[in-house]
C-alpha cells in the first residue's frame, strides 16, 4: 500500500459524504426516536412528525407540495417508479441515449413487457434536441423520460422545453434530476414535470434514500404491495433516519443557493478545468459549450487510459472515475460518451471530476499539481503517444 499523505475526493457524481449537520439530524432516530411512523402512540407520532417536516424540506427544495412527494429507497427507485408506474404494456415511451441505467434499463424492461420505446440522440455536447423529442412523438406515447442534468458530462437538458412539448402533447413527463438537485434550482412548475427522481447521496444525505416528485392528481401504479405508506405509492416502513436526513440536505441545499455556493463551486471546477487544460496539451472537455452543473468536468486525455488514470491518481490520493464500465473482462466505453459521437479511444481516455460541498480551493490546488504530471507519465508509457511524437519529429 502506498503511503498518501491526504487523500482528495473529486467523485462527487458517485457519492457524496453525509455533511456533519444532515448526521446530526438523523442520528437520534436510530435510538431516541424510533417509532414506527404508523403507529399511533407517542413514538409513532414523533417520527410521523419527522417524515412530515422532511416532507416539507424536500417539496420546498423542488418546489411543489408536500402532498406530491414519495419518498423511496434512492434514485434507481424513483425512476423505476415513474417509468413502470406511468407506462403500460401497448404504450409508448421516448427516453433518450444517454440516460443513467436506472432509466435504460428500466424501459427494457418495459420493452420486453410490450411497450414501445424510442431513444432520441444528443449531439456532440451531449443535448437532447427537443425537436427529436416532438418528432418522436405517436398517438401512443404515454410517457417521455429524458434526464436533467447527465451523470457523466454535468450536461443540463432542455427539460422546460420538453416539458412544454410534453404538456402540449399529453403526455407524461419524468425526468431524472438525480444529479442536478442540490446543485442547480428546481422547480417542478417551471419544468412542467409528472414526475421527478432525486437521490440522497448525491447530495450529502446517506446512501439508499431518495423521493419522486408525482405531481398532484397523477395515477401511478407502484412498484410494491403491501401497507398504504406514502398514500399508497411506496408501501413498506419508511427509512426515519434517511428521510430526516434527506430533508435536511435539501435544506442545506436551499441555504448553499442563498448563499451562491454553487457559484463558488463553479469558480473551483472552472479552475479546476482551466488549470489542467492549460498544462496537458491533447485534453478537453467532453459536453463543451453546453450548460452544465457547477460541479462536473469531463476531460479526455488522448493517448491514456481512463482506467489506468484512475488508478495511477488513486496512487497518489486523488479520486477521479471514468465512465467505463468492465464488463466480461473487457473495458466498453461509456454509453453517454459514445452517444456524443466521441471515438471509442477518446471515449476510452476520458475522465470525470466532481466536487462536492466539502471540497477546498487547497484540494483543486493539490489536483491541478497531480493530474499533468500522472498523465505525462502514463503517456511516456503509452506506444500509441511515442508513435505520435515520433511521427511529429
Ligand atoms: N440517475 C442518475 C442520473 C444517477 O447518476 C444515479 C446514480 O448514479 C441514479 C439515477 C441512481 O441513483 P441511486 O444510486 O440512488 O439508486
Redesign the pocket.
Known sequence: MVNVTRRIYLDN??TTPVLPDVLEAMRPYFDEHFGNASSIHHHGQETRAAIENARDSVALLLGCRAAEIVFT?????S?NLAIAGLASPGDHIITSTI??H??LHACKHLEDSGCEVTHVPVDGRCLVDPDDVRRALRPNTKLISI?M???ETGVLQPVEEIGRIAAEAEVFFHT?A??AAGKVAIDVKQIGCDAL?I????MHAP?GV?ALHVRNGTRLQPLFYGGRHERSRRAGTENVPGIVALGKAAELAMQGFERDEHKKMSALRDRLQQGILAQVEEAGVNGDGAPRVPNTSNIFFDHVEGESMVIALDLKGLAVSTGAACSSGAIEPSHVLTAMALRSARARASIRFSLGKQNTAEDIEIALALVPETIARLRELSPDYEKKVAISN
Not at 437521490?199 to 448525491?202: F, N, Q, T, Y
Open positions: 457524481n458517485a429507497s434512492g434514485g434507481t427507485e425512476d440516460e443513467h436506472a432509466v434526464m442534468a447527465n451523470n431524472d438525480v444529479q427522481s437521490s440522497g447521496h448525491k446512501q431518495g
